[in-house]
């Protein structure tokens, strides 16, 4: 589909096909496609005219950013890596401790320390206090 539509857009651009890199290809097969198929013959129109040489690279493909990656949802990017971590931490622990509801029962899921556990637990305020 994505070389019909390259095609296509060449012919009505008026320049020749370009091919479609590895990269670019990868890049379209993991983007997570929240619209139609006319969001792909856009973006392929697009990246043919902004294409210059004999192949569409990732950098020539315009994809939106809708929402946020699948694995990052909900997780906010702003601030330090020691903070983002932080709050991915927590989340984990606050989400696992239902399951397991003591430190010792935690840190061997998660396989650290009970202490460990016990200091971050404390130090997020998830636990005891919090039922």
Known sequence: MA???????????????????????????????????????????????????????????????VGEAPGLSGIDLDGSLAGIM?????????????QYPSSRQLAKRLGVSHTTIANKLRHYGIGAGDA
């Open 3 to 65: 070389l019909h539509f390259i095609d296509r857009a060449a012919r009505q651009i008026g320049c020749r096909m370009p091919a479609l890199s590895p990269a670019a290809l990868a890049r379209l097969s993991t983007y997570h496609w929240p619209g139609n198929v006319r969001q792909l013959e856009n973006v392929l129109f697009q990246a043919v005219s902004l294409c210059e040489g004999d192949a569409i690279e990732p950098g020539h493909l315009r994809l939106p950013d």
């Open 86 to 98: 932080g709050d991915v931490e927590r989340r984990i622990l606050a989400s696992l401790y239902p």
